[in-house]
């Protein structure tokens, strides 16, 4: 009887061991996604908390290691890690995450990017030349990403390609429903004037008809000066803007001085999962994200 359970065990252990993708993701919105995808086969490791900017963080030998051991490199692509996936992948030497190979996933290939441009001048300091990288901020988005995610991990994993394929349904269903009550519940948005810190709501703004008014930075990527901070009082101390939103891992003084002198709220809203206490995976984000915006404009 003992005999025949360890015989057993020895023979599911190693299938076990090998059902398991391993992710890497730059982001947690796409560890996040890949849990929601993968479920039981999958474990996923954000390189970035949301705490953190990801746009500039180092390349340290923790996350080598990670990138080493992955099947499945997700980060959203469009220059947003430009400054430390290169030299990540570089170091890790995984030729299965290499760009090009299918271990390589970029979300931003699957989505209509904004503002992109042919110019890729990066002179003036802004940092989105490839156009607006954040496009986790519209529920349409990590749809068009789902869809193109779960089609690579049933490749990658082609013995659990059918999970995939039913857990990817299943979200999509519950995603789709979910994303109808949101638009039904930010109506009252449409038309509100959003001043951002950062350009990193621009998709967010797009579905919901927000306009946005400026932004606190003058260019992206170079922090609020002083000159243009006093700018922004002027253009704006009469009205022309409804609310100033900042990201977790934004210095909040810039915000709340502007907000001070022009009289509207300052908000922070969870740029992805763990932004915030209640934003704990991609559906109480959204959750939260709208709630937000909801009191900061019923507060007006
Ligand atoms: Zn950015």
Redesign the pocket.
């Known amino acids: 009887m003992f005999r025949t359970f360890s015989v057993l065990l020895f023979a599911i252990a190693p299938a076990l061991a090998s059902a398991d993708l391993r992710v890497f993701a730059c982001e947690p919105e796409w560890a996040a996604l890949a849990a929601e995808i993968g479920g039981e086969l999958v474990s996923a490791h954000s390189a970035t908390t949301a705490l953190q900017d990801p746009?500039y963080i180092q390349a340290r030998p923790s996350l080598i290691a990670h990138v080493r051991r992955a099947d499945l490199v997700v980060c959203s692509g469009a220059g947003?890690e430009i400054g430390w996936l290169p030299a990540l992948l570089q170091k890790a030497n995984n030729r299965d995450v290499m760009p090009g190979k299918d271990g390589y996933f970029e979300a931003s290939r699957y989505v209509l990017r904004a503002g992109q441009t042919d110019s890729m001048d990066r002179s003036q300091g802004d940092?989105?030349p490839e156009g607006n990288?954040?496009i986790q901020t519209n529920p349409h988005n990590i749809a068009a990403v789902a869809s193109a995610l779960g089609k690579r991990m049933a490749i990658l994993d082609a013995a659990n390609s059918e999970t995939y394929e039913a857990n990817l349904n299943d979200f999509l269903g519950r995603w789709s429903a979910a994303t109808k009550a949101w638009e039904e519940q930010a109506r009252p948005l449409r038309g509100a004037r959003a001043i951002t810190h950062?350009?990193?709501w621009v998709y967010l703004e797009q579905w919901l008809g927000i306009e946005e008014a400026a932004n606190l930075e003058a260019v992206?990527?170079v922090p609020p000066t002083a000159t243009h901070l006093g700018r922004l009082t002027s253009q704006f101390k009469d009205g022309g803007a409804d609310f100033i939103v900042r990201s977790p891992y934004q210095d909040a003084r810039a915000s709340e001085w502007l907000s001070a002198r022009i009289g509207i709220d300052a908000i922070l809203l969870p740029l992805t999962v763990g932004g915030t206490d209640r934003a704990q995976d991609l559906f109480s984000m959204f959750d939260d994200i709208i709630a937000r915006l909801l009191e900061a404009h019923a507060g007006e």
């Open positions: 746009h947003l940092i989105h990288p954040h950062h350009k990193s992206p990527g």
